[in-house]
């Protein structure tokens, strides 16, 4: 059995500044899959194979998807923040 001393204060918001930088790229890879996605669309639209009407509200569907995301990651983060965070 090992035991482990608590982690000090400086320790914790190191922590915690390190799962911001994880959920920062995860944000960050969340909007280029974005990007992708209507960049897809717009040539598809160009094509012919899909009317703008429908392209825009496709857009719209992505950029509904993507809010949802990173809403997630957002509450994500401050639940493992008050973890970390926790004495």
């Known amino acids: 059995r090992l035991v482990l ?8 918001q190191k922590f915690v500044k390190t ?3 994880m959920a920062e790229n995860g ?13 897809a669309l717009k040539k598809e639209g160009k094509n012919g194979g ?15 998807l993507t809010d949802q995301y990173i809403k997630k990651l957002d509450t994500h983060l ?4 008050a973890e970390i965070m926790k004495v």
Request: aromatic share 0%.
């Open 27 to 39: 944000k960050v890879a969340i909007r280029q899959i974005r990007r992708d996605a209507i960049e």
């Open 5 to 12: 001393p608590d982690l000090s204060t400086e320790t914790r």
């Open 50 to 64: 899909v009317s703008e009407d429908e392209v825009e509200t496709a857009e719209g569907e992505v950029q509904k």
């Open 78 to 81: 401050a639940a493992k923040e």
């Open 19 to 21: 799962v911001k930088a």
